[in-house]
């Protein structure tokens, strides 16, 4: 039978620290979805996920930065809006789609 590999004596560094978890709240505090954020540091949302489970003050920031984000979102649709009236119609039919959807 093949002999035990001997354990890593270096073990892999972990993506998530200091950096890392800033600039993914800076990422979606401007609009940025998770799996973009995750692609950007080279590693899988569930990485990003498994370290709000680990930490609740990150999970507490990510979830602020998410909110702040689609506040971000918001607003630039708002602005859009006073220029184009194509954007408060896809904005409502997104929305609200229950009233302003498109019947076919």
């Given at each position: 039978?093949?002999?035990?590999?001997?354990?890593?004596?270096?073990?892999?560094?972990?993506?998530?620290?200091?950096?890392?978890?800033?600039?993914?709240?800076?990422?979606?505090?401007?609009?940025?979805?998770?799996?973009?954020?995750?692609?950007?540091l080279?590693?899988?949302?569930?990485?990003?996920?498994?370290?709000?489970?680990?930490?609740?003050?990150?999970?507490?920031?990510?979830?602020?930065?998410d909110?702040?984000?689609?506040?971000?979102?918001?607003?630039?649709?708002?602005?859009?809006?006073?220029?184009n009236?194509?954007?408060?119609?896809?904005?409502?039919?997104?929305?609200?789609p229950?009233?302003?959807?498109?019947?076919?």
């Amino acid at each position: 039978p093949p002999s035990p590999q001997p354990p890593n004596p270096m073990p892999r560094p972990r993506i998530m620290n200091e950096i890392t978890r800033a600039i993914t709240c800076d990422l979606l505090a401007h609009g940025a979805t998770l799996n973009f954020v995750a692609h950007f540091l080279g590693c899988s949302k569930r990485t990003i996920q498994a370290e709000a489970r680990r930490d609740p003050e990150f999970r507490a920031d990510l979830e602020r930065a998410d909110t702040e984000g689609a506040i971000t979102v918001l607003r630039q649709f708002h602005e859009a809006s006073r220029k184009n009236w194509r954007a408060s119609k896809w904005f409502l039919q997104e929305r609200f789609p229950e009233r302003f959807a498109r019947r076919r």
